[in-house]
């Protein structure tokens, strides 16, 4: 086993700790909250699954995403929802969708 692999698997499976009533508990699926190797799982997996779905299909006219929010432009309302399918079938996840508001987007309002 690498280093790597066993530090990883200390981080996400064998980190053990104690609540303040004295219970024992430990980690045993992801990494948690807060834990700087969320967003490093989080940008290396969003990466897999864009490879994959513009391997498949064209990228949009504007396409960023930062962790796991994605902001896309497209020419049509069936291009953004073909995206949107497309990247749920590859991940697994379920993706929402908003739209502008008068040049606005609602989650910066």
Do not use: W
């Not at 700790?17 to 024992?24: Q, S, T």
């Not at 020419?75 to 379920?94: D, I, P, Q, Y």
């Amino acid at each position: 086993e690498t280093h790597l692999r066993t530090l990883l698997k200390i981080c996400t499976q064998e980190s053990a700790f104690r609540c303040p009533r004295g219970n024992l508990y430990q980690q045993t699926d992801g990494v948690a909250m807060g834990s700087p190797l969320g967003v490093l799982f989080a940008n290396f997996f969003m990466g897999s699954v864009e490879k994959e779905v513009f391997h498949q299909t064209n990228r949009p006219i504007v396409y960023g995403h930062y962790i796991d929010d994605i902001f896309i432009k497209t020419n049509t309302n069936e291009e953004r929802e073909a995206l949107r399918r497309k990247m749920e079938e590859v991940s697994g996840l379920r993706f929402t969708t908003e739209e502008d508001n008068n040049g606005s987007l609602p989650l910066l309002s």
